[in-house]
């Protein structure tokens, strides 16, 4: 392709802040067409990009009351103004709809390189509408994009579709996102996959995306990211860079990946065990970082610039899934698929993570879904005669693998499954709702909230439901300080003195990088934000400093909220499962622990600005965003 001229060097070209394209692109699959509109600068000047802009879209565009899988709701990916830059972990964009397996706002966000080729090929992002009247993919290349026909492509799983596209448009270094079998038969914890295992992986927008006909997104690009101060950022990519080499976490990033979490978490009590009934798992040796980097690793993976690496590359050699070769599974599904599940067999876990990204489902909720399934089993609420002949033991890791494929296909006993913890046990019922483990209808990753008190708060409050990438407070517990905003020392996890004040610091803050479209790895014990604000000042040229960071991220959060309110998210909304606050732990470092919220719940909403009555944010907050969030009382 012949590389066109960077948009901050063309005279009236449509980039009037650095790190923009200044384009969205509009795709209406009723009708076939394809426009383009200019990006809203004063908006993104407010929010960034990234989920924060895309909630703002769907604040105006989708009613609260439409349903998620109508061609009403509108699929909406957005880079930010770090994405595409080369500066470590800008390599993020953020899927929003409202959610088809919670009912209220939705977000999924994914690296790789999917989401800088869209900045590359002239745009800010997507705005999907309607439902076409047969599959469509779009593509997208150097600032044109257009449907095309896709029923070749329709009932190919991920892997298959990326590189069919590949040599069907001859460019094999083509990014595509798409949905594989999951999304083109609804299954609720559908996800979107990009670059052969990355994932917008939670609230299942892949099913939006298939209610909609759209199989692919094939993008292409040779335009350049304008930079407004190039020196300056010279200088703040080359701190990046040299943070990174000097932190001892970034290191253990590169060297066993996010997995190398399993074993110790599990020693310091914050791994999911036994859909959440026990403190401790032996096994967690077994699938831990440093026995994959022993046994099933092939070698690191990085996004787009990023010389973190922390993705696996694996190939399996021996055994029942011998020949397994691909995107090795991160810390939330060896989790989530092991340990969960009381499961120690690694080389399952690769086998299931690879389904599910061939299929295209949530890790998390699909192995939180098969752990509540196990719970039903062990106490004889369903039987062989409801699994289709199913084992389901704990630990039984060919039953895992079996139903990952299941949900994956919506067939059988995976068909109920695939709804999500919430339905499902309303299907099976007899109590079972009691121990399906879930916030708003999303089911909870794996981070025990009675070992850090502040992740069930977190989780409580997450707009998407339970989330642990929207409020990494637990970071501050674990000992990784942030003196530039006041913490100094550690806190202790098992308290829930400052926590409150923490989750509300942190929840602002990975807003508003998943806003500007930044991972959390290159920043959280890493670098620091007064870095993110001097980049942020060197891509855009607009004044910035981490107190303003701070201020896009409350405002970006609030937002949401208010989205959720119009959804019917009210005060009772904002809990936790009773396995958490009632049950303590019967073993392991967090013996004897529940996580007290309500406490933490009533100081929370008042640092917000909330009503304490219905959740939602009182007139002066909404004052004071500056944001027109009409319907709001």
């Given at each position: 392709m012949k590389e066109l001229q960077s948009p901050?060097?063309?005279?009236?070209?449509?980039?009037?802040?650095?790190?923009?394209?200044?384009?969205?692109?509009?795709?209406?699959?009723?009708?076939?067409?394809?426009?383009?509109?200019?990006?809203?600068?004063?908006?993104?000047?407010?929010?960034?990009?990234?989920?924060?802009?895309?909630?703002?879209?769907?604040?105006?565009?989708?009613?609260?009351?439409?349903?998620?899988?109508?061609?009403?709701?509108?699929?909406?990916i957005m880079t930010g103004p770090f994405t595409g830059t080369f500066v470590p972990g800008g390599t993020r964009a953020s899927a929003v709809a409202k959610s088809p397996l919670t009912g209220i706002f939705g977000e999924a966000s994914s690296a790789g390189f999917f989401p800088?080729?869209?900045?590359?090929?002239?745009?800010?992002?997507?705005?999907?509408?309607?439902?076409?009247?047969?599959?469509?993919?779009?593509?997208?290349?150097?600032?044109?994009?257009?449907?095309?026909?896709?029923?070749?492509?329709?009932?190919?799983?991920?892997?298959?579709?990326?590189?069919?596209?590949?040599?069907?448009?001859?460019?094999?270094?083509?990014?595509?996102?798409?949905?594989?079998?999951?999304?083109?038969?609804?299954?609720?914890?559908?996800a979107i996959i990009n670059d052969d295992g990355r994932a917008f992986g939670r609230t299942g927008l892949g099913a939006v995306m298939g209610s909609k006909g759209l199989k692919a997104i094939a993008v292409r690009g040779r335009m350049r990211v304008p930079i407004a101060n190039k020196a300056a950022f010279g200088e703040c990519l080359k701190a990046f860079r040299d943070g990174i080499a000097k932190a001892p976490r970034a290191q253990s990033f590169r060297q066993y990946g996010t997995a190398g979490g399993v074993e110790v978490f599990e020693h310091?009590?914050?791994?999911?065990?036994?859909?959440?009934?026990?403190?401790?798992?032996?096994?967690?040796?077994?699938?831990?970082?440093?026995?994959?980097?022993?046994?099933?690793?092939?070698?690191?993976?990085?996004?787009?610039?990023?010389?973190?690496?922390?993705?696996?590359?694996?190939?399996?050699?021996?055994?029942?899934?011998?020949?397994?070769?691909?995107?090795?599974?991160?810390?939330?599904?060896?989790?989530?698929?092991?340990?969960?599940?009381?499961?120690?067999?690694?080389?399952?876990?690769?086998?299931?993570?690879?389904?599910?990204?061939?299929?295209?489902?949530?890790?998390?909720?699909?192995?939180?879904?098969?752990?509540?399934?196990?719970?039903?089993?062990?106490?004889?609420?369903?039987?062989?005669?409801?699994?289709?002949?199913?084992?389901?033991?704990?630990?039984?890791?060919?039953?895992?693998?079996?139903?990952?494929?299941?949900?994956?296909?919506?067939?059988?006993?995976?068909?109920?499954?695939?709804?999500?913890?919430?339905?499902?046990?309303?299907?099976?019922?007899?109590?079972?709702?009691?121990?399906?483990?879930?916030?708003?209808?999303?089911?909870?990753?794996?981070?025990?909230?009675?070992?850090?008190?502040?992740?069930?708060?977190?989780?409580?409050?997450?707009?998407?439901?339970?989330?642990?990438?929207?409020?990494?407070?637990?970071?501050?517990?674990?000992?990784?300080?942030?003196?530039?905003?006041?913490?100094?020392?550690?806190?202790?996890?098992?308290t829930i003195e400052r926590k409150p004040e923490v989750v509300i610091l942190y929840q602002n803050l990975c807003s508003a990088l998943d806003a500007l479209c930044l991972c959390k790895f290159p920043v959280f014990g890493v670098t620091s934000f007064e870095l993110v604000a001097k980049a942020y000042e060197a891509i855009t040229g607009l004044p910035m400093d981490k107190e303003g960071i701070l201020e896009a991220g409350d405002k970006a959060w609030n937002l949401k909220r208010a989205y959720n309110f119009l959804c019917g998210i009210r005060t009772k909304d904002d809990s936790l499962p009773d396995r958490f606050t009632k049950e303590p732990l019967p073993d392991g470092f967090a013996k004897g622990q529940v996580c007290e919220l309500e406490p933490m719940l009533k100081r929370y909403y008042e640092l917000r600005g909330w009503n304490p009555d219905n959740g939602s944010p009182n007139k002066a907050k909404i004052s004071d965003l500056g944001l027109d969030l009409s319907g709001i009382p």
């Open positions: 901050e060097i063309l005279l009236g070209g449509l980039a009037l802040i650095g790190g923009y394209m200044g384009s969205l692109l509009r795709v209406d699959l009723s009708k076939e067409r394809v426009d383009t509109e200019p990006l809203d600068f004063e908006i993104a000047k407010k929010l960034f990009g990234g989920s924060a802009y895309g909630a703002w879209l769907l604040y105006k565009e989708v009613p609260a009351s439409v349903d998620p899988l109508s061609p009403e709701n509108h699929l909406i800088s080729e869209l900045k590359f090929a002239g745009f800010d992002g997507i705005v999907v509408e309607g439902r076409a009247s047969s599959p469509l993919y779009l593509k997208i290349f150097n600032g044109r994009a257009e449907v095309l026909d896709a029923s070749h492509l329709w009932g190919l799983d991920t892997f298959e579709t990326m590189e069919r596209l590949r040599i069907e448009l001859g460019d094999p270094h083509l990014r595509v996102a798409c949905i594989g079998p999951a999304g083109e038969r609804l299954v609720k914890l559908a310091i009590g914050n791994l999911p065990i036994k859909n959440w009934r026990k403190g401790s798992f032996p096994g967690a040796s077994k699938i831990t970082g440093s026995t994959m980097a022993k046994t099933i690793l092939k070698a690191p993976w990085a996004c787009l610039g990023c010389p973190i690496a922390c993705g696996r590359e694996i190939e399996v050699k021996e055994g029942p899934y011998k020949g397994l070769k691909g995107p090795g599974p991160e810390y939330e599904t060896i989790a989530m698929l092991g340990s969960m599940c009381m499961n120690e067999n690694l080389e399952s876990i690769a086998k299931a993570n690879d389904l599910c990204n061939r299929y295209g489902i949530d890790t998390i909720s699909t192995g939180a879904v098969i752990a509540f399934a196990m719970e039903c089993y062990e106490r004889g609420l369903i039987d062989t005669s409801d699994t289709g002949g199913i084992d389901l033991e704990w630990g039984n890791h060919e039953a895992i693998v079996r139903l990952t494929e299941l949900i994956g296909r919506r067939e059988g006993f995976g068909e109920i499954l695939g709804k999500g913890v919430f339905e499902a046990s309303r299907h099976i019922g007899k109590g079972s709702e009691a121990f399906a483990i879930h916030v708003k209808g999303l089911e909870v990753p794996a981070h025990e909230p009675r070992r850090f008190k502040s992740m069930g708060l977190a989780y409580a409050t997450s707009n998407r439901g339970a989330c642990h990438m929207q409020g990494l407070a637990n970071c501050i517990e674990r000992g990784l300080l942030m003196p530039e905003y006041g913490l100094n020392e550690a806190l202790d996890g098992f």
